[in-house]
């Protein structure tokens, strides 16, 4: 089975750039975990694909890579940061593409791209090197694909210091239990409390697909933000701090190769404080007890993926300003900070015919519920438009 990963987790023998032309490359000691187990499984590693600068922005954009693409659209971005990832699925090289996410990065080139993202419970999947709400997950055309990849990528490895125990999981029993979608409580998240607000036609896809299971016998409730702009700021300011100090370790000649969007952010980073910066990693804390205390009420919650269904292919971001480098990541980033599974699914076309991506989150741990979930809609939706197909 032809199988992706992305650049940043390491296969033996290959240098791993992280994106940036800064890198000295040095060709990898050993697999880390995902790739272990796929190589073990008897997948055949097709190639590594791109990713952004220290996989910093939702982009195809690259100091060290090609500029990525949309395959729907060679005009738009595909996102990021698991860019090459989310094309490559799109495009069809393979069934099977092993992407990472700290902030949405598995998450919002799938819904960009059309396919199917899961971003699993932290831990659930190990990685090295392991960091708070950084996850490897499957990028794949079907929910079944990445339940099937589920089922080797998550078999315990000592080298992630923050993984879960492992547990013996049906991957493959998709199917919802007892009375399926029936009173289910889902919850509707249509306004994040801060950033981008939401397309009319990525709201008006997501309002759909909730009627849609309510008349399956859902209960649906509409919810209210849960997390602020205090919050985001702060993590922006630790996240800036952390980025700061790697950049600074760097020869003045290497700093200068990264990209100079990655490089205006992170040089704010010299004016902080030690209790700005403190405050800021409080902040994860806090979009943790956040996020769990909204979705607590509900089996499962839904919301858009990026508020912003498509953008052109060589921006960095959605508003391409590296002073407001988070705005559209609202409804991605509270999951990996609460270590909650959350899956991108395609639900619809803007009037344009960008894909638009459908959030489904779960609680804590319930990495096959979220599955279940995107398969039910798989089987509930209108047809898919036809993949995109090679020029000529």
């Not at 007890?289 to 009420?297: D, G, H, I, R, T």
């Amino acid at each position: 089975v032809p199988v992706t990963i992305k650049e940043n987790t390491a296969t033996r023998g290959v240098p791993v750039p992280a994106g940036t032309a800064a890198t000295v490359l040095v060709p990898a000691s050993e697999d880390a975990p995902p790739s272990a187990r796929l190589r073990e499984a008897g997948c055949v590693i097709l190639g590594k694909t791109t990713m952004p600068d220290y996989g910093m922005l939702t982009s195809g954009l690259s100091s060290f890579h090609h500029l990525s693409r949309n395959p729907w659209n060679l005009d738009h971005n595909p996102g990021g940061s698991s860019a090459g990832a989310a094309a490559a699925a799109a495009a069809g090289y393979g069934p099977l593409h092993l992407g990472t996410d700290i902030g949405g990065s598995i998450r919002l080139p799938a819904g960009l791209c059309g396919i199917f993202g899961l971003k699993p419970s932290l831990g659930r999947i190990p990685i090295k090197p392991p960091y708070a709400g950084r996850v490897a997950g499957p990028m794949t055309r079907t929910v079944t694909d990445a339940a099937l990849m589920m089922s080797v990528v998550t078999q315990a490895d000592w080298r992630d210091t923050m993984s879960l125990p492992w547990q013996d999981i049906a991957w493959d029993d998709l199917d919802l239990p007892d009375k399926g979608l029936r009173g289910l409580r889902l919850g509707l998240l249509l306004d994040a409390g801060w950033g981008l607000k939401p397309d009319e036609d990525t709201v008006n896809a997501v309002k759909a697909a909730a009627r849609m299971f309510e008349a399956e016998g859902a209960t649906v409730e509409l919810m209210s933000a849960f997390t602020s702009r205090e919050m985001i700021d702060g993590l922006d300011r630790f996240w800036r701090m952390r980025s700061y100090l790697d950049m600074s370790a760097l020869p003045a000649d290497r700093q200068l190769k990264v990209l100079p969007y990655i490089r205006q952010w992170v040089s704010t980073g010299a004016t902080l404080t030690a209790a700005e910066v403190f405050h800021g990693y409080s902040q994860m804390g806090a979009i943790r007890e956040a996020a769990v205390a909204a979705c607590q009420p509900f089996d499962f919650v839904l919301s858009p993926v990026n508020p912003v269904p498509h953008y052109p292919a060589d921006w960095a971001s959605p508003i391409n300003d590296p002073m407001r480098p988070f705005e559209h990541i609202a409804f991605t980033l509270p999951y990996n900070m609460s270590e909650q599974p959350a899956a991108s699914i395609d639900c619809g076309r803007t009037r344009s015919g960008a894909p638009i991506g459908l959030q489904i989150a779960g609680r804590r741990h319930d990495d096959l519920g979220v599955l279940r979930m995107a398969r039910a809609w798989e089987r509930l939706r209108p047809a898919s438009r036809p993949w995109p197909q090679p020029p000529g």
